[in-house]
């Protein structure tokens, strides 16, 4: 039942898509405006059929129909009620099912925004390349192709079965972490199909670009969440008090996140200036692009991961689509790319448009490591057969400088004026933010903070607080609480967002300390200044799990519980850390080993980890930052772009008049 | 810095019609960038999967709990009896797809520690039908003795939860490693030199 339910729903997903392609395709060729109205209309079909699949997994999950094979493997009885839910996406069928149905979400939105444009040949190309992108999608779903969430078992179906992967059924952000990462991935869909509407159409003006530019933002904004929530759940489940390791597919996740960056950035030159059209289109195509080969990566078990789903089938299938999608591209790129080419040149490298493009280079550069280093191990082997890792050293060496240099424009760039700065309004301007910047090179010194990194990092990071902040003030000021909003002001939230998470990085990378202290019931130990002790441990059961839980108190304060669970069908214990979160640092406990003798020592593991907690906090501003940029501002948007320089327009413009415009969505 | 004057929003530009004053450099770029893109999907496309992935287990550095059972030609088979080797404890099923992939490199393995005698396959089933396993050994080769594990008690004390999982245990017994899914000879080769050469359980 289920299972008919759910083939059928993904079945009428892929039919509906199907269709959409080709009504397009022949409206759009034959030039009949009827058609293209008509193609609108499969986009609530496709969303149809996908919330049925979704609804037959998610049935069969909470009824617990091991006649599934997907039920049968990853599921259980006892099995609590949210991680039965979030099952549907703990694996890799599953998984595949959520971003069909994240896509055809976003196909509805795309309609239902453009509903007066659906005539119009650029938004007809892009609804086709969204649909020809679900079409790929619900086809890996169908019956009998790699990812059929709804295959049945084969013989005699399972009493039980043996559960979801112990570190996947331990918390609850396992629950919001993956959603929020698909919102973000699939969304690029959309910029990535406006993009290719443009190239075909051969309408490379701005005006799509302003169109999709929120779009960008909205999946820019979910990705980020989803990125940070995962740092967060390593943080708390994996237990070894780290949260984020350069793991191939946390790079996955991040590659596109550092190109979609740059474009946010890059399309404000456009907007203002017209420059820098085939880069920022290539971003955007690039993003995409990368979300594909990020998939590959996670599902195609190519590169060793934690995270890596199993080896399957499904490989071969998406490395296809990537090369479909690249080589597309980039023969429109060669189609196209002479049109695209600017009209206007930078003028001084020290303007807004100079800070830009820096910033561009600089995240390029970052994107650039990163996939080198995650492609490595494969160069490698295919090279001489050797089988290596990239760790962290190699991540570690090489983004450092880079973080380093994108501080310091984020300081820079939010003063510099459009088209030429001079030093003296430079030195007015950025009076403040030096000012702050030297105050927290002197306060983290003073409180004890070491090492050359880690100083640039706090001194750059305050001088880029400063910076942001100086904005919003000027913006308040003016504009009352309207300065929190528009793209540049909440830009800058945003910036002071990433700014926490850059010095909380800086810190708990550099001052993290980790011990080990055996322990009897009744024994204390002083461990970097912290008074543990251990008082005993609880046996407990749970329906799913049975956990021995140390009882640990810390600073004679409060008592917390890591703990050692384990799981029926998985012999492995898994340990869970319990944290004693705090402003200045966290005190992180893992039960290391336990016997089932109460009387007898435990090894408890102690990781302090200077400001973590500013890391979730950092990624709450990022949220808001960026809700706040997507409301529109105070000003209008420019509907014409200024792209040619006018004579006696290129004097800076005077501060007020500057921020003003800046403040809205110029 | 020619300015062709591109300020609305939506121009109906005339479609190729090039300045003549720039040269047309798109489709270079383009072809460049897509052979680099061919080299590199060419390039995943021929990678195996690097599946064998390290991983926890509370058995690491412990003596690995004693393995015996019927072997497939009737004998009985210890694992004590291989002290002095490294052992590779090798769950199988002839079910199992990457079980079948590994077997080239189990056989690579032994082949080059054959002479040495210095290390050695040991096969457990894992759920499977011994007769079946047989005409699948007959079949693919490999003369390693296979445990025949009828209750999955080896399974069990393990904690192996599917195959292909893999044991490396030291010469003393002590278990080095677990690898979850299929083994690499080249890996394997590398785990077993540096185990070598950190001395580890000889």
Redesign the interface.
């Known amino acids: 039942m289920n299972a008919v339910l759910g083939q059928g729903g993904v079945l009428l997903s892929l039919l509906a898509a199907a269709a959409g392609v080709i009504t397009l395709a022949v409206g759009l060729v034959r030039r009949r405006p009827l058609l293209l109205d008509a193609a609108t209309r499969y986009v609530w079909l496709v969303l149809i059929g996908a919330l049925v699949a979704v609804a037959g997994m998610e049935r069969a999950l909470l009824t617990d129909d091991f006649s599934l094979k997907y039920v049968a493997d990853h599921s259980a009885r006892s099995t609590p009620l949210l991680f039965k839910i979030a099952t549907m996406w703990g694996a890799l069928e599953g998984s595949i099912l959520l971003w069909g149905l994240v896509l055809s979400l976003y196909l509805v939105a795309m309609v239902l925004r453009f509903r007066d444009r659906t005539r119009d040949p650029l938004f007809g190309w892009a609804l086709l390349t969204a649909f020809a992108v679900a079409v790929f999608f619900f086809g890996l779903m169908a019956r009998g192709a790699p990812a059929d969430p709804f295959a049945l078992v084969s013989g005699r179906i399972p009493a039980d079965g043996p559960g979801p992967n112990p570190l996947l059924q331990n918390h609850p952000l396992m629950a919001f972490h993956p959603p929020m990462l698909y919102l973000g991935y699939v969304g690029f869909t959309v910029p990535f199909a406006f993009a290719v509407g443009a190239l075909v159409t051969g309408r490379l003006g701005e005006g799509w670009l302003v169109e999709t530019r929120r779009w960008t933002l909205l999946a820019w904004g979910f990705l980020s969440i989803g990125i940070v929530l995962g740092a967060w759940w390593s943080y708390e489940v994996l237990g070894w008090g780290g949260f984020w390791a350069w793991d191939p597919v946390e790079n996955a996740s991040f590659l596109p996140w550092l190109t979609a960056t740059a474009y946010l950035h890059s399309v404000m030159v456009q907007e203002r200036r017209g420059m820098l059209r085939v880069w920022n289109l290539s971003l955007l195509l690039a993003t995409f692009s990368l979300t594909i080969l990020g998939t590959f990566f996670t599902r195609s078990g190519v590169l060793d991961s934690v995270h890596a789903f199993t080896r399957s089938p499904i490989g071969p299938w998406i490395l296809t689509f990537f090369a479909v999608v690249v080589l597309t591209v980039v023969g429109l790129i060669g189609w196209r790319g002479d049109q695209l080419r600017s009209p206007g040149s930078i003028d001084s490298p020290v303007s807004r448009e100079g800070a830009f493009l820096a910033n561009n280079v600089l995240f390029a550069a970052f994107a650039f490591v990163v996939l080198l280093g995650t492609v490595f191990p494969l160069l490698v082997e295919a090279a001489n057969g050797d089988r290596i890792t990239v760790g962290r050293p190699y991540f570690d060496r090489m983004t450092t400088p880079l973080g380093i240099a994108l501080l310091f424009l984020m300081a820079v760039a939010p003063v510099l004026p459009w088209r030429k700065a001079s030093g003296e309004l430079l030195s007015t301007r950025l009076v403040w933010p030096a000012a702050a910047g030297t105050a927290a090179l002197v306060l983290s010194v003073l409180l004890g903070a070491r090492g050359l990194a880690p100083l640039i990092a706090f001194g750059l990071a305050g001088f880029a607080g400063g910076s942001a902040v100086r904005q919003l003030v000027l913006a308040t000021r003016r504009q009352g609480w309207h300065g929190l909003i528009g793209r540049a002001n909440g830009g800058m939230i945003v910036h002071l967002g990433i700014i926490v998470i850059a010095v909380a990085f800086a810190a708990s990378q550099a001052y993290g300390k980790r011990a080990e202290v055996r322990l009897t019931p009744g024994q204390s130990a002083t461990v970097f200044g912290h008074r543990i002790t251990y008082e005993g441990f609880d046996s407990k059961t749970y329906p799913n799990r049975s956990a021995i839980e140390a009882k640990v108190r810390v600073d004679g304060g409060a008592t917390y519980r890591p703990a050692l669970s384990t799981y029926p069908f998985f012999t492995q214990a898994i340990g869970t850390p319990s944290v004693d979160t705090g402003v200045t640092e966290d005190v992180y406990l893992t039960l290391v080993s336990a016997s089932s003798d109460p009387k007898a020592p435990v090894v408890i593991g102690v990781n302090i980890q200077p400001l973590v907690a500013w890391l979730w906090i950092g990624g709450g501003f990022v949220a808001i930052g960026t809700l706040m940029a997507m409301v529109p501002g105070r000003r209008r948007r420019p509907t014409a772009p200024v792209s040619a320089p006018v004579p006696g327009a290129d004097d800076d413009v005077p501060e007020p008049r500057q921020a003003v415009s800046i403040g809205g969505g110029g | 810095?020619?300015?062709?004057?591109?300020?609305?929003?939506?121009?109906?530009?005339p479609?190729g019609a090039?300045?003549r004053r720039?040269p047309?450099?798109?489709?270079w770029?383009?072809?460049g960038?897509?052979v680099v893109?061919?080299g590199?999907?060419a390039?995943?496309?021929?990678?195996k999967?690097?599946?064998?992935?390290v991983a926890?287990?509370?058995l690491i550095g412990k003596p690995a709990p004693e393995v015996t059972g019927p072997g497939l030609d009737g004998s009985t088979v210890r694992l004590s009896a291989y002290q002095g080797r490294y052992v590779l404890l090798n769950f199988f099923a002839s079910w199992c797809v990457?079980c079948r992939n590994e077997h080239d490199d189990l056989l690579k393995f032994t082949a080059r520690h054959q002479a040495a005698g210095d290390a050695q396959v040991l096969a457990v089933i894992f759920d499977d039908d011994p007769a079946t396993v047989r005409t699948w050994f007959q079949k693919n080769g490999g003369t390693w003795p296979v445990i025949e594990d009828p209750n999955g008690k080896v399974s069990?004390d393990?904690?192996?939860?599917g195959p292909p999982e893999s044991f490396l245990i030291a010469p003393d017994g002590t278990v080095l490693t677990r690898i979850i899914?299929?083994v690499?000879a080249?890996?394997l080769e590398?785990l077993v030199a540096q185990a070598k050469k950190l001395g580890a359980g000889s």
């Open positions: 810095m020619t300015s062709t004057i591109d300020a609305r929003p939506e121009p109906a530009e479609s090039p300045d720039r047309r450099v798109a489709p770029v383009a072809l960038l897509a893109l061919v590199f999907v390039l995943l496309y021929t990678r999967g690097a599946d064998s992935t926890p287990s509370p990457p069990l393990f904690g192996v939860r899914g299929e690499d080249n890996v590398s």
